[in-house]
Structure formats: C-alpha cells, structure tokens
C-alpha cells in the first residue's frame, strides 16, 4: 500500500514539474497567469524612440477645397429664402434675415454647409427657450434654381395642454404639481 502511494506521489510530482517546465518554455519568463498582460504592459510603458529619416519628408500643401468638392450632393446658389409653416414666429426669430446672411454671401453652398447654417438658427431658438422649434428644407421643392429661392419649413414647436397627475398622492416625492406645470408655461 504504501508503495502505491510513493508511486503515485512520483507520478504526480513528475507531471506537475513537466507541467511547469512546459509553460515556461511555452510562455517564456513572463508565462504564467497574467504574464502576457505584463508584458504587454511593460512593453508599453517603455520609451519609444521614432526612427528618423537621413531627409526629412516635405510637408505636402493642404489643398483648398470649394463648396463643390465638399459636395455630397447638389450645390446650390442660394440669393432667397422663402419661410413656410410658422412665419409668425419665424418673423419675430429672424429666421429669414439670419439664413440670408449666412448663405447669400460666398458664392454657391454644398447642402452640408445650408444645413451647417440651419443648425446655427435652431441653436439660437434653443438659446431663447424654444426648445421643441424646428428649421428644416422642405421636404418638396427645397430649391428653385430659376429664381435660385430655398425653401425653409420653421415649426414653434408649441405644447399643447399639459396636465400633471401623481397616482396616489398630490403632489410629486421631489416637486409639486404648480412646480412641474410651471416649467411647461
């Protein structure tokens, strides 16, 4: 029995020490859980020195790009804008004044530099407190290139009636309900 057991011991010590040894010369020094992780880290954590050139390269110039290289679609002339939907409420922002200016001058514009332009009035709505207005192209009829107009849809975005319930209580666990229904007037 007894020696059953020293054989066995024999054994097993003898597969873990070829277990070790095999990961050491698989893994390399740094085997073993965790190993490639500090390798990697110590790899980058050391200097890097760049390789330089005998001559170095020349800068190439930066090429001067026009509105119809950045085109993704057509580029349009744009002398008019024509307000639908709000034009209240468009007059009062100067919606139209603003996009004139913005797009009139310069020559022709890509349809990412009109919506780049659009962009501009939206935020200026947000800065004033519409936060549900909207300016966007027609969806038909964007441009006309016979009178070279660009039609323009402005929405005040307005709520309708709101009312404010809690179930089961009156008022909210943070605000009440005049709070809440005085943040929508």
Avoid: C, H
């Amino acid at each position: 029995m007894q020696t059953a057991i020293r054989f066995s011991a024999l054994v097993m010590s003898l597969g873990a020490w070829t277990a070790v040894n095999a990961q050491q010369q698989v893994l390399g020094p740094m085997g073993g859980v965790g190993g490639e992780a500090r390798r990697i880290e110590q790899q980058a954590s050391s200097p890097v020195t760049p390789k330089r050139d005998a001559v170095p390269d020349q800068p190439v110039p930066p090429k001067i790009k026009d509105a119809a290289d950045t085109a993704v679609g057509p580029v349009w002339d744009v002398q008019n804008v024509k307000v639908t939907g709000d034009v209240t409420f468009a007059e009062r922002q100067n919606v139209k004044q603003d996009l004139e200016g913005l797009l009139t001058d310069g020559g022709p514009k890509s349809q990412q530099q009109i919506q780049e332009a659009l962009r501009q009035i939206f935020g200026k709505m947000i800065d004033r407190g519409f936060y549900l207005a909207r300016v966007s192209l027609m969806p038909k009829n964007t441009y006309d290139p016979a009178t070279k107009t660009l039609n323009v849809l402005v929405e005040e975005g307005l709520f309708g009636d709101v009312k404010v319930q809690f179930e089961g209580r009156e008022d909210g666990r943070w605000f009440s309900r005049d709070q809440i229904a005085g943040k929508f007037k």
